[in-house]
């Protein structure tokens, strides 16, 4: 085992009542204590539970105190777990079963789309209502949607073309 050895790990911690162990050391800027180069979360579950932490788990704080180092407030996850059972973005829009309009987030019903930081998804009742309301826009002004000009620069041409052949007849 890697573990940067402590003499006595209870002096560099303080007991909180909510049973928090929190570390004293440095604690960067993100709340994560450190010891030796490596999180000291990491170390007192390694040494408190003579194991490393399985490779590619990341631990998370289930008091989601990040500079508490208690073992029994540590559980091995996945990445994707971890991130799921913060408080983040991420792990907000996960937990949303609907859109912003009431309509269920389901397979038939959820687009999943790229986005630049990952996959969003989006609502193809929302989508095809927006669709169907430019598409009013654009006939009410005499206007085509873009997709639509090849289509009508076609017609165009075919009813000028039948107009000269009409005219020349």
Avoid at 17 to 29: I, N, P, Q, R, T
Avoid at 41 to 65: K, S, W
Avoid at 123 to 141: D, L, P, S, W
């Amino acid at each position: 085992m890697t573990t940067p050895e402590l003499e006595c790990p209870y002096d560099h911690v303080r007991l909180t009542e909510a049973g928090c162990w929190e570390w004293l050391g440095y604690v960067d800027s993100n709340g994560y204590g450190h010891h030796r180069g490596k999180f000291a979360h990491r170390v007192y579950f390694e040494m408190f539970n003579d194991t490393e932490i399985p490779a590619g788990l990341h631990l998370d704080h289930l008091c989601r105190n990040r500079s508490c180092v208690n073992p029994e407030h540590l559980e091995p996850v996945s990445p994707k777990e971890n991130i799921l059972r913060g408080v983040g973005a991420g792990a907000q829009n996960a937990r949303k079963t609907h859109c912003i309009k009431g309509h269920e987030f389901t397979p038939e019903n959820t687009r999943i789309m790229k986005a630049p930081n990952g996959q969003t998804r989006q609502c193809r009742e929302c989508n095809r209502a927006t669709q169907r309301e430019n598409y009013a826009k654009y006939k009410a002004n005499g206007k085509f949607p873009p997709s639509k000009m090849p289509e009508v620069r076609k017609q165009q041409y075919l009813a000028q073309k039948s107009d000269r052949q009409a005219v020349s007849a």
